[in-house]
């Protein structure tokens, strides 16, 4: 089992950058892909980025490659989603999800963090 809790969101301009924590609690984290979704108003949640359990590997979605940089800390059961350059369209709330699989899919994660808000003004 895994609880998440995301921390770090707040209202920046376009162009800053912020920094959103997941901190996880239960040994399942170490071997958990981590993954980040964002949801805005009135639209669909998406996918934003992976990391799998070692970090050796990860995945973005095309909106945000070259600008966030998805990252853990298994030592501190913490990941993280380094966001720079942001642009009005990144405003959202952010969840952070852990499966034992690699994937994009929803569903395929079993637990979900209560999510973090960004909001980017232009």
């Known amino acids: 089992q895994v609880q998440l809790a995301e921390s770090g969101g707040g209202s920046v301009q376009a162009g800053d950058s912020l920094r959103l924590s997941c901190a996880a609690s239960g040994p399942a984290f170490t071997w958990s892909t981590m993954t980040w979704f964002r949801q805005a108003p009135g639209k669909e949640r998406e996918f934003v980025a992976a990391?799998?359990?070692?970090?050796?590997?990860?995945d973005y979605a095309d909106s945000v490659k070259g600008r966030f940089t998805i990252s853990r800390d298994n030592a501190k059961n913490t990941a993280y989603l380094q966001m720079n350059s942001l642009k009005p369209e990144d405003a959202a709330r952010y969840y952070c999800?852990?499966?034992?699989?690699?994937?994009?899919?929803?569903?395929?994660?079993?637990?979900w963090g209560q999510g973090t808000q960004v909001t980017v003004s232009s």
């Open positions: 990391i799998t359990w070692s970090g050796t590997r990860t």
């Open positions: 999800a852990a499966a034992p699989v690699w994937s994009r899919s929803q569903s395929e994660y079993d637990y």
